[in-house]
């Protein structure tokens, strides 16, 4: 029996799963062989792949090591499809996000999941990295016209922080300019709401999923 593209995709998103790089990049050649048109292979295979590895991660039925081999089979095969991703797909994809850990706190093991994953989900993004000051992701947004701020945090002491970002963003003109989206071990739907920000990622896969949905991104 002839395998289908859905058959593929599936595939794709096991080998990511199974962190087999030679599988996901063989799989990958096969999609494009058979005709699978890159950009889906992308979202209907790797993408749901990394996420459910990040739902493991999330879990604690993988770790580190773990996301960080699943991530290395997703870029095997993503090596293998990007050449081949038409230029009507990747413009219609390539919405800005700034994405950072707020000041005084440097844990971003969560938020680098979130870059990677929102980054193969098509979105242009920039990656400020950990401790950063609330100036910087509003100056970041405002040069690379991007439409969203996403914040993380795993420290309660910096939690204030997240409200301060939207206070900064009305402070300076910009607030309707971004969509402000929270995230972070302590932080809570009924925190986001109160700081007034405009979506919350309990974990990285709803992190994507919430951006998706902030920037008009069909799922």
Avoid at 60 to 75: H, I, K, N
Wanted: aromatic share 4%; glycine share 8%; with cysteine.
């Amino acid at each position: 029996m002839s395998r289908t593209q859905e058959d593929i995709q599936a595939d794709l998103a096991e080998a990511v799963l199974e962190m087999d790089e030679q599988l996901a990049a063989r799989l990958a050649r096969e999609a494009l062989d058979m005709g699978l048109d890159a950009y889906e292979a992308i979202q209907q295979g790797l993408v749901p792949g990394m996420e459910r590895a990040g739902e493991l991660f999330e879990t604690q039925e993988y770790f580190v090591p773990e996301l960080l081999l699943c991530s290395d089979a997703m870029y095997a095969a993503l090596e293998v499809l990007e050449p081949h991703l038409s230029a009507e797909s990747a413009a219609t994809t390539r919405i800005g996000v700034v994405i950072g850990v707020v000041e005084g706190d440097t844990h971003d093991i969560g938020k680098n999941l979130v870059a990677m994953m929102l980054s193969v989900a098509g979105f242009e993004v920039h990656d400020l990295g950990r401790d950063v000051p609330l100036e910087r992701f509003v100056d970041r947004a405002l040069e690379t016209d991007a439409r969203l701020i996403c914040l993380s945090t795993l420290m309660t002491t910096t939690l204030d922080s997240m409200g301060d970002l939207v206070k900064l963003l009305e402070e300076r003109g910009v607030r309707d300019r971004f969509a402000v989206l929270v995230g972070g071990g302590p932080v809570t739907p009924a925190f986001s709401r109160h700081i007034g920000a405009d979506g919350y990622g309990v974990n990285a896969s709803k992190a994507v999923e919430a951006a998706r949905e902030l920037c008009g991104v069909p799922v």
